[in-house]
């Protein structure tokens, strides 16, 4: 006798007993260690962190190493296990002008107060191969000039407030009153029309290639914005919470974020005068195509408030916030793996249905 | 939470909270799926007076930090205030507009039209009345119908009289906009939710 | 063991208090006001979104440690995704589990409604992917919710008359949209509209999560749920010209089974449990 699909269980307990076996690889060659991944994949362990919403480098790196360097896989564990820790309280807004800059360039000025600062980066590297690197090198100490080398700034203004003294970049519009705490969109559904705070929670945790393909439209037409990069800073920044007991604020600790206002050309409308206007980026980790892509999508999605006619995708916050999580998105097109077959089945026997109707009805006008 | 000097307050929490307030949320989704029908619910905690066990339960299994908490005056000896405070960490509010939970007891039925009915798009932001049931005062009948009820349900608690239920269906009226009535007696919850039409009984 | 803690160091039922709270709030009012669709703050839960993460979250904050759960996938204990929604509850909940419908205390479901009627003192938990019976006819969920401020459904009658011109009937199969207590429409999840008819009147609390969607709705027990239909074009269910092929019942859903490369098929029940029930004596409770 047939039974459709058996056995479940123990077919289930077999694929996840091969899929630890691949995980392993070949077993002569060694484990790759949560620290190595740290330390030697960081860019991935940075989008997970920032995806993922939790900084935390060690989860982050286990949760590549588990999900195989599945990236997207990373980032659903560590969300999934973010479901399970309660919450304390929110921070205080972090000043990012006393960053402890590691990277720091504007595009719109040739230089700077507290000087551009190119740190660790892929810029300007011709992208070949480098074979060298198929060698295990014993590295010894390193001659690179460091951050302690040449002395930086310890606060670096913000270029956008050099050009804000000529009153010609609008006011950053994201009027944070610290009694009312921002949008929270893991604490409450997402709700339509979402405030800046809420969008731009939204797109902190969005997927990165999704951003980048929505960013990379607005600058071939659709929702033409014209962006400049009027500062990239990434480096640490002090976090400070203030426990309802204390009454005042205490540093509990550093987290390294990516930042990025974009200036962008605005001809001015009803509502605004011709100036320029920002968008902004910011998310953990060293994630500079993210808070780039972030910033250019923030603009866009400003066209209500700064009365420009909506025309495209990265303008409608309903589309951009609804379809940014890549844990949603993933789990749901790979849920049309799971069995459908009842529905099937009724679509199966009304086409059946209206196949024969059709039938009669040809045959009886013939 | 400097005012949290007193021990005993500390106390009378539930001794196991995941599996105590999954028992005492199941009586309440029974009672408000059942509209009009005791829950029968024993509760292990010793809340201050004069709070009953049950309201305490009620209130620990469904009011936190984001959902602002309206007691009655006459509830709210500094026991209780503080009892709640430390319990569930809810922001205690004055004004009745600004509530997601209300608590008053059956003796003393405050203004309804103060809270919150939710909007036409969103219904469910309405306030929750917690209504505690001291067992004195007179019992007016109503019957209930509506979802939850498979033809009528006949429903008495003391204290609550024929001016309370005229209130009630007034609200009933107002579907899908109202408020929720969780009554907590000392042996067990019932509810009537907003969606349960109210005919009130001749009394004799 | 200590208090609230699973064996293997979980709260009990996976999502801390403090998510069962929000949950339950929602809960709540879903059953207040029925049919409508209440916000609520979805978790990400360990299975992926469109897997039932919604029916999870609801069922974890309804659970007691002494209900006995079911979980279905088309109608069958033993598809792949119930199995492991399953295996999740014993893991985080230490719970009982069982096939049989009418030993189970809740029953959370994937596509389909027992056959076997539903008592009052079950509860019955759908997955919902996609909870807004407009949103193919509508993508935008700020015009969707006026319309069910304004109770507004015309577009609703207008898709299914649309469906009768051109194909001579209403060609909608599963997910068919219902009228709740003649107020909101609501969408019943996707199952076959053969079980549209045991939603009305069911003794049973009826749950429904939509966890990528953030939405939780509810039918109480007795509620009045209407499958909409026009006077000239009522609402009817499937039919099939055989009964089932393993038990012989002519009164469940059947599904088609191909036999071999040459494409013979043979009808058998969809409700696995149901099948076994009339085929004779059934497993017990499992633990």
Partial sequence: ?366 | ?204 | MSAGLTMNGYNFAYLNEQTKRMIRRALLKAVAIPGYQVPFASREMPMPYGWGTGGVQVTASILKPDDVLKVTDQGADDTTNAVSIRDFFKKTADIATTEITQDATIIQTRHRIPEQELGANQILVFQVPIPEPMRFLEPRETETRKMHALEEYGLMHVKLYEDISRNGQIATTYAYPVSVEERYVMDPSPIPKFDNPKMNNMAALQLFGAGREMRIYALPPYTRVKSLDFEDYPFEVQKWDEPCAICGTTDSYLDEVILDNSGNRMFCCSDTAYCQSKQGPVKGAEQ
């Fill in chain 2, 1 to 204: 939470m400097d005012d949290l000097t007193s021990k005993a307050n500390l106390d009378g929490g539930f001794d196991d909270v995941s599996t105590e307030s999954a028992g005492i949320f199941r009586a309440v989704l029974d009672a408000i799926s059942h509209p009009g029908t005791m829950q029968n619910q024993s509760v292990s905690l010793a809340p201050p007076a004069p709070l009953l066990p049950t309201c305490a339960a009620v209130i620990l299994t469904l009011v936190d930090n984001d959902t602002p908490l309206w007691i009655a005056p006459e509830l709210m000896g500094d026991n209780v205030s503080q009892y709640l405070k430390f319990h569930t960490g809810a922001v205690l509010v004055e004004k009745a507009a600004d509530a997601a939970f209300a608590v008053f007891s059956a003796s003393h039925i405050p203004d309804l039209s103060q809270f919150q009915l939710g909007t036409a798009e969103y219904p469910d932001r309405s306030a929750t009345m917690i209504i505690q049931i001291d067992g004195h005062g007179e019992a007016a009948p109503v019957s209930l119908a509506g979802p939850g009820i498979k033809y009528k349900q006949e429903f008495s608690v003391p204290g609550l009289d024929e001016a309370f239920w005229r209130k009630v269906r007034n609200n009933n009226s107002q579907f899908p906009l109202g408020l929720d009535f969780v009554f907590c007696l000392q042996q067990g919850i019932a509810a009537c939710p907003r969606s349960s039409a109210v005919m009130i009984e001749e009394t004799v």
């Fill in chain 1, 1 to 366: 006798m047939y039974v459709a699909v058996k056995g479940g269980e123990k077919a289930i307990r077999n694929a996840h007993a091969l899929f630890d076996e691949k995980r392993r690889g070949d077993v002569s060659v060694p484990e790759i260690t949560t620290e190595q991944i740290k330390q030697q994949l960081s860019f991935s362990v940075d989008r997970v962190m920032s995806e993922g919403s939790l900084y935390d480098f060690d989860l982050s790196a286990l949760a590549i190493k588990q999900a195989r360097g599945d990236l997207i896989e990373a980032i659903f564990l560590v969300r999934a296990s973010r479901t399970t820790l309660a919450r304390f309280g929110s921070s205080k807004p972090f000043d990012t002008s006393h960053m402890r800059v590691e990277r720091r360039i504007s595009a719109t000025y040739k230089d700077i107060p507290g000087g551009q600062i190119l740190g660790a980066t892929f810029d300007y590297q011709h992208r070949l191969l480098d074979f060298s690197l198929e060698e295990q090198k014993l590295q010894d100490e390193t001659s690179v000039e460091t951050r302690d080398d040449v002395g930086l700034d310890a606060d670096m203004p913000r270029v956008l407030d050099i050009l804000n003294n000529e009153g010609l970049v609008e006011q950053a519009s994201l009027e944070m009153n610290e009694d009312t705490p921002p949008s929270d969109l893991t604490r409450s559904p997402l709700e339509f029309p979402a405030d800046r705070s809420l969008r731009l929670q939204n797109l902190a945790r969005a997927d990165e290639g999704f951003l980048l393909a929505l960013g990379y439209s607005t600058q071939r037409g659709y929702a033409r914005n014209h962006g400049f990069a009027g500062e990239i800073r990434i480096g640490s920044v002090a976090v400070e919470f203030a426990p309802e007991e204390l009454g005042f604020p205490i540093e509990i600790g550093e987290m390294i974020v990516s930042e990025c206002e974009m200036i962008n050309q605005f001809k001015g409308s009803k509502s605004a005068p011709p100036q320029f206007t920002r968008g902004y980026g910011l998310a953990f980790g060293q994630v500079e195509r993210k808070v780039m892509s972030m910033a250019l999508v923030d603009r866009a999605l400003r066209a209500d408030e700064l009365g420009e006619e909506k025309t495209a995708p990265a303008q409608d916050e309903e589309f951009v916030l609804s379809h940014s999580d890549n844990v949603k998105a993933t789990g749901f097109v790979e849920h049309l793996k799971l069995p459908h077959y009842v529905d099937f089945q009724a679509e199966l026997e009304l086409v059946r249905k209206m196949r024969a109707k059709q039938r009669v009805m040809k045959e009886a006008a013939e």
